[in-house]
């Protein structure tokens, strides 16, 4: 069944950065029975002396607030009940809260109104296929050379003599031990080797270190790739940046550094007196990156859509569950909306990289 539409002459007005304006008036027969709601929703909460609370006349209730504060909460119910109604009807894609403001209020008379808020930005994309076969047509080397693997075993050897140390000097939290020079490591022979364990011997051992360094080329050439994809879809991609986005995107950035200055041992307050800048400047120097974050966002997003790509529903679940289980305090919505997200910018990624 349809739901009875109050509202009429609606306007609809694009604003810079994805934000729109609406205007229209909900009818004044609406507003009527507003009124009445209105009357018994304050009589519901109201206290007097005299009266239980919920028990005072209504008659009594609309002399105290007058006909002034009737309509001010008449106006709020009536448009929390209309503006959701024009937000489908109008097939709009909000992404933040409306800003209400009422132009015109009197019973018997249509009430006018005006309200703000920012929709999905409209993206016209690049040719995404193009920038990542072009992308992902330059080789990238992965050979590995005798010495990157010396300077593993060499950084093995250190590592045994801190290691060593440690464990003859427990209470040594603070590492205050003498720098460990070559002298002082242990010779590299068939005999270190088997202590550490895991391997035959030093053949064995070199082999592993080369096929470690091969993986690790591999996946920081497939960063590279990655990051490279996105810049050029960013630079050729035209995107009417929505302001809730860059600040949503600045405030994620904001809040990892605290997190990461309080891991360090520091606090946030002193931090910004040590290099004399405020909260207001850092955002400022970072809003560049926080444009671009979302951008990158906003595009993996339409591309997903495009090529119809949706996460794993299965693989969605174990991980939102994995997740609640760390952060049992955590909204379990906006886990899954995190979870969701970065499975599919992982699928969209995979998409562009097969693009050959």
């Keep these: 069944m349809e739901t009875k539409k109050h509202y009429a002459n609606i306007k609809i007005t694009k604003l810079k950065n994805s934000e729109i304006e609406i205007t229209g008036e909900i009818s004044a027969e609406r507003l009527a029975t507003c009124k009445t709601e209105a009357l018994k929703k304050i009589t519901k909460n109201a206290e007097m002396d005299g009266f239980r609370k919920g028990h005072v006349p209504s008659s009594v209730v609309s002399a105290k607030i007058g006909e002034a504060g009737l309509l001010e909460e008449a106006s709020e119910i009536a448009l929390a009940e209309e503006y959701p109604k024009i937000v489908i009807d109008h097939k709009l894609d909000v992404i933040s809260r409306p800003e209400i403001s009422i132009t015109k209020m009197a019973f018997g008379n249509p009430l006018e109104f005006k309200i703000k808020t920012t929709v999905m930005p409209e993206i016209k994309l690049a040719d995404y296929k193009k920038i990542a076969k072009g992308i992902m047509a330059k080789e990238e080397s992965t050979e590995v050379t005798e010495k990157e693997i010396e300077a593993v075993i060499l950084e093995i050897r250190r590592n045994a003599v801190h290691a060593k140390h440690h464990k003859d000097n427990p209470n040594d939290t603070k590492h205050n031990h003498p720098e460990i020079k070559d002298e002082d490591l242990p010779p590299f022979d068939e005999a270190f080797v088997k202590t550490l364990g895991e391997f035959k011997d030093i053949a064995d051992l070199k082999e592993k270190i080369k096929e470690n360094l091969i993986k690790e080329k591999e996946y920081k050439n497939s960063d590279k790739k990655r ?80 090529e119809k790509l949706e996460a794993d529903s299965e693989t969605l ?26 499975l599919l910018n992982e699928k969209v990624f995979k998409f562009l990289e097969e693009q050959k």
Excluded: C
């Design 317 to 342: 679940k174990k991980e939102t569950e994995a997740l609640m289980k760390m952060y049992k305090e955590a909204d379990p919505e906006r886990v899954k909306i995190y979870v969701e997200t970065m």
């Design 227 to 306: 990051i490279a994809m996105a810049d050029e879809m960013v630079k050729k991609s035209t995107i009417d940046m929505p302001e809730i986005i860059v600040q949503s995107e600045l405030a994620k950035m904001l809040a990892q550094f605290k997190d990461d200055i309080t891991r360090a041992g520091l606090t946030y307050e002193d931090y910004l007196k040590h290099i004399k800048k405020s909260e207001e400047d850092i955002k400022k120097e970072w809003r560049p990156d926080a444009e671009k974050k979302g951008a990158v966002q906003l595009i993996l997003n339409k591309i997903a859509v495009e």
